[in-house]
RNA sequence: GCCCCCGUAGCCCAACGCAGAGGCAGACCCCUUAAAAGGGUCCCAGUGUGGGUUCGAGUCCCACCGGGGGCACCA
């Protein structure tokens, strides 16, 4: 700070109090008194000079659905602890914000109320904006970015186009959500309980051609990546990821299919393969199982059966996805007529179509083996297909209680793999099958590629032209953006296809490379496409030459701290690290996880349930702040437990943290020494009191304990308040000390209470940009301390005894103690341990 | 069904080998004509249950009970 940057402020006092004791502590009147003061001084722009060590502390950057509510005050007050605390260590901190402004309630909106999507999204923005503004957070508000601005999705499409150039965005037809009464494609996320959110119909699937990003290319960098996150992100996060990634190891192995199916020769000869995670139960299999949407079902059935099959998959194509899934359901199926032979033992064993093998995985075909894979036995016992046991595991015969055994054993009936445990029978077979051409080792994954194409409005209209002589033509990048057409009101509503392809003027372009008539693709982007890089952005928001400047990005990325919501455990985090290591690979940037840190905050509930409309239960941020103010229900936020837990409102009390926030302004304004007073001659139990005071509160602060950070906080203005009212009084400089360094705290949680302080205590604004109290570790020395003294573990005596005492010595103390005699009542002393100069704990023989 | 996390005063939550830091609620006192605000004092648990390891266990191990979360026809 220097001089030049210090700007008048309106008159509140300044270091001695004017008014009386009574004077009462105004919130909402300090509020308003500093905005305008912060807004002038703009304290927290990113520097991005090279003098200082670089933080990027980032917040998951808000959908505008409304004001901040409950939720956003939390996540925020949590995450600007982390960014002010980085300030006032003296980094040069980047802790931008903006919106995730594309998607489809604005759609909605506009369609109810006949007006544009932006209308209502900008709107909003402004709402939010202004909200945030005046609960202070500390952002750097010249980097602000919208994802539904034509500067931000132009290269939201340019990510897109080099996605396409390495063959990573790609077209093809699969089976999605489909509302037969809206007769639109539905997100997954707008399919509620197996019906459309919209209307409730039953959603159903259609097949279309779509959009995918082959975000599975990537699966095993997904997974390994993630031991350098391993401390850094919560546990749960990893843990889900891995399971979203669900990579399993095991076999390909090789059936060779009938030629002769059950109406004679119609085949060519040849192998299906299945995937299997214990091909050492191979000699188990007693059937053969196709998925039943799949080709392949309908390739092996034979003609007699094809009518049955034909009427199964329709069947099944009425299910919703919840009811299919569900574990409960008797399991369905259909013989196709057609017989497979196992590599192993040469038998013959049918194929039957389910639903209950899925066609996306593996290969879609199965080896059932119902002994010892719960599944196909409960397929097994419905048509009555006979089950083997392969591995003796010692418990119960599945084949009598129809309860697979999936647990290790012995192999029997299994040729050479008999006598062999799982493991050896999983390495033996696996290299037989190798050996004889009948398969192989292979690792398979859940992970599906990202549907990214909405048949929406608003979002980022995909840059491709379809030209009826090239084919699919990528939208030269001097093009982008290509922007979105001007539809408003019903011309969104809902009809099947995108709303954009109804914009026949804006559908119909040249193609760019043969300049002849051709259509724009009228799919818009996932949202996850926007938000999977807007933290590149914040590093250089406003270059109109590259979506990041490299340079800018090396110097800030990665993030070095994460905050927000676990519900984007999976999705966004995923595709975010997954275009992170594309633009790596690409030789954009040079790390390949963009988030060293994360941090998850819990809900805001109240008595006991999530907030809802329905419930009636919800709390109106706005309101509280009118109540107790912006500081208050920050603190509220924070010192309500650890930040990953839910708040439960209920428990909490704003009004106390109010009241704890008037304490330390009190206190402040009643100091009387002079700005820069030396404290060396103060009270040293308080000097003391703040000093340890500073450094636990650093230590909390950097291990996201902000609620015990408070409680110290609280602790030392207690402290404070009784070295007025006992002690030297208000004159004594250690009382300025512990104010300084309360107020100078207390900003990372409570800054207009924080800054008044500092003002009233003759200092200049902005208490953000003051430093951090500095650590003076001669006044934590303790010159005695109490040692106890346990016999048989259950404390006797305390001794004050001296910090350096020797063990010796505190043995002998120990055991001089009359209380220590009395306690021993007469037993010989055994051993003795000492542990100085804390803990003794004398052992009766 | 599988995996993970968590059970500390009436409630929310702390705790290096000393179970109570802090807050809420409660009781009382001071200030006040009174109330509110403010200041202060106090009350309250042996850590879900049962074992084990250890000189010593809220902290480590096992089982069970209770709560929360994740995954779940992924072969």
């Known amino acids: 700070m220097t001089q030049d940057d210090r700007i008048e402020v309106p008159d509140s006092g300044s270091g001695v109090p004017v008014s009386g004791p009574t004077e009462s502590y105004d919130v909402h009147a300090v509020q308003e008194k500093w905005l305008p003061v912060w807004d002038a001084i703009d304290p927290f722009r990113a520097r991005d000079d090279s003098s200082a060590p670089r933080r990027y502390i980032l917040d998951m950057f808000p959908y505008p659905s409304g004001d901040l509510h409950m939720g956003h005050a939390e996540a925020f007050a949590i995450g600007d602890v982390v960014a002010r605390y980085a300030f006032a260590r003296g980094y040069d901190v980047l802790h931008p914000i903006g919106w995730d402004s594309f998607g489809l309630p604005a759609e909605n909106a506009a369609i109810k109320r006949d007006a544009h999507p932006a209308d209502w999204t900008y709107a909003n923005i402004e709402t939010q904006a202004a909200s945030f503004r005046r609960y202070a957070i500390s952002f750097d508000w010249s980097r602000r970015l919208h994802t539904s601005d034509p500067e931000y999705y132009r290269w939201t499409q340019w990510l897109f186009l080099r996605l396409y150039e390495r063959g990573l965005a790609y077209r093809k037809a699969s089976a999605v959500n489909w509302c037969p009464v809206d007769q639109t494609v539905l997100a997954n996320e707008q399919v509620v309980a197996g019906a459309c959110e919209r209307c409730g119909a039953t959603v159903t699937k259609k097949n279309l051609t779509q959009w995918y990003f082959r975000i599975t290319e990537y699966a095993q960098r997904l997974l390994d990546d993630m031991v350098a996150l391993e401390g850094h992100w919560p546990d749960r996060v990893l843990t889900m990821q891995r399971n979203w990634v669900g990579r399993s190891t095991g076999a390909y192995v090789d059936f060779v299919v009938e030629p002769t199916g059950a109406g004679g020769v119609e085949l060519d000869s040849r192998t299906v393969s299945v995937f299997t995670t214990r091909p050492d139960t191979l000699f188990g299999a007693t059937f053969f199982v196709v998925a039943a949407d799949s080709p392949l079902a309908a390739e092996l059935c034979a003609p007699a059966s094809r009518d049955a099959l034909q009427s199964y998959r329709e069947q099944v194509a009425r299910l919703s996805d919840i009811d299919r899934m569900s574990t409960e359901r008797e399991k369905t199926g259909v013989f196709l007529g057609r017989w497979v032979r196992n590599p192993v033992n040469d038998e013959a064993i049918p194929v039957w179509a389910a639903d209950y093998v899925l066609s996306e995985y593996g290969t879609g075909a199965i080896m059932a083996v119902p002994a010892h894979d719960q599944r196909d036995m409960d397929f097994a016992r419905t048509f009555s297909l006979p089950a083997r046991v392969v591995v003796d595991t010692g418990g119960p015969d599945p084949e009598q209680t129809g309860n697979a055994t999936t647990g290790d054993g012995v192999h029997v009936n299994s040729g ?430």
């Open 416 to 845: 050479l793999l008999d006598g062999t445990d799982k493991a050896t029978g999983i390495a033996r077979i696996t290299e037989w099958l190798v050996e004889n051409g009948h398969g192989r080792a292979a690792t398979t994954y859940r992970l599906r590629d990202w549907l990214v194409s909405r048949q929406r409005f608003w979002g980022a209209p995909i840059p491709i032209v379809h030209c009826p002589g090239c084919g699919e033509v990528p939208v030269p990048d001097e093009d982008l953006p290509v922007r979105l057409p001007d539809l408003r009101g019903t011309d969104l509503a809902p009809r099947g296809v995108s709303p954009l392809a109804a914009a026949s003027e804006w559908v119909s372009v040249a193609c760019p490379r043969c300049g002849r008539n051709a259509q724009r693709d009228t799919d818009t982007m996932d949202t996850f496409v926007d938000s999977s890089w807007y933290y590149l952005r914040y590093c250089s928001p406003h270059d109109d030459q590259q979506p990041f400047d490299p340079a800018a990005v090396r110097r800030w990325m990665p993030v070095a701290q994460y905050v927000g919501g676990v519900e984007h455990a999976i999705l966004h985090l995923l595709y975010s690290r997954f275009i992170t290591k594309v633009l790596h690979d690409l030789g954009r940037i040079d790390f390949t996880e963009p988030f060293a840190a994360l941090l998850n905050q819990g809900q805001v509930i109240n008595e006991g349930r999530s907030m809802s409309k329905s419930l009636g239960n919800g709390v109106d941020l706005g309101r509280q702040i009118e109540i107790y103010g912006v500081d208050a229900v920050r603190l509220t936020m924070v010192f309500a437990g650890p930040p990953e837990d839910d708040i439960d409102w209920a428990d909490v009390s704003p009004a106390g943290s109010l009241k704890f926030l008037t304490r330390a302004w009190r206190v402040a304004t009643e100091v009387t020494s002079e700005p820069g007073t030396d404290p060396a001659g103060g009270d040293p139990g308080l000097r003391t009191a703040t000093h340890r005071t500073i450094r636990d509160v650093t230590l909390a602060v950097e291990s996201a304990r902000f609620n015990v950070a408070v409680a110290r906080l609280m602790e030392l203005v207690t402290a404070a308040r009784r070295a007025i009212d006992t002690g030297n009084g208000a004159h004594d400089p250690a009382v300025r000390e512990a104010a300084e360094a309360v107020a100078v705290m207390l900003s990372l949680v409570a800054p207009y209470t924080a800054e008044e302080m500092w003002s009233r205590l003759g200092r200049p604004a902005p208490v953000a940009r003051s430093g951090w109290p500095t650590l003076d570790p001669s006044l934590l020395a303790e010159e005695t301390v109490t040692a106890v003294v346990q016999v048989a573990g259950r404390v006797r005596d305390r001794l004050q005894v001296p910090a350096t005492i020797s063990e010796q010595e505190l043995r002998g103390r120990a055991l001089a103690s009359p209380a220590i005699i009395r306690a021993l009542d007469g037993r010989e002393v055994g051993r003795v341990v000492v542990r100085a100069p804390r803990v003794v704990n004398v052992v009766p023989a």
